[in-house]
């Protein structure tokens, strides 16, 4: 938009930036491998880091990638590894047909149907009621931004 007062020129939409990745430099991971240090110009310093998945079953070549995502409920930093993966699998040489429908999700060749889970009409109610929420807020406030967000982890 123009740099003068009122509403002048053409809209600027939302830019796709929701990820950050960085390959095999910026970021240092600490010894305990709990805290991670990004050190390019973007200021983000030490983050620690929560979750369940050990990072101490890789060495720090094995990580090749590191992206931080933003989604509606938080930031999370995704890994990703460079690992052999073994699966053994016997073949028993039997084969199934299998069809994708509308009224049930699969129906197989033996004749098993398996029901649609219909999640939208399930939360049909809650997310009635929370657009609901979010048309009563005053439009640029902070309580809009927050019902919005309850809105998005929703959906």
């Known amino acids: ?14 830019k796709n930036n929701r990820s950050v990745e960085y390959k095999t430099s910026g970021w240092k991971l600490l010894d305990d491998r709990k ?5 390019d110009k973007c200021g983000i310093g030490q983050l620690k880091l929560i979750g369940t998945w050990d990072l101490h079953f890789y060495q720090i070549q094995q990580i090749k990638r590191i992206r931080i995502v933003k989604r509606s409920d938080g930031y999370y930093i995704q890994f990703c590894v460079d690992a052999e993966r073994n699966i053994d699998v016997n073949p028993t040489g039997k084969t199934v ?21 219909r999640y939208l009409r399930k939360s049909e109610k809650s997310l009635k009621r929370l657009q609901k929420k979010v048309s009563r807020k005053n439009k640029g406030s902070n309580n809009r931004k927050k019902a919005i967000n309850r809105l998005g982890r929703k959906h």
């Open 1 to 14: 938009k123009a740099k003068v007062p009122g509403k002048k020129g053409y809209p600027r939409f939302q």
């Open 35 to 39: 805290h991670i240090t990004f050190m």
């Open 97 to 117: 047909g299998l069809d994708v429908g509308l009224n049930s999700f699969y129906t197989d060749s033996q004749g098993d149907k398996i029901d649609n889970p």
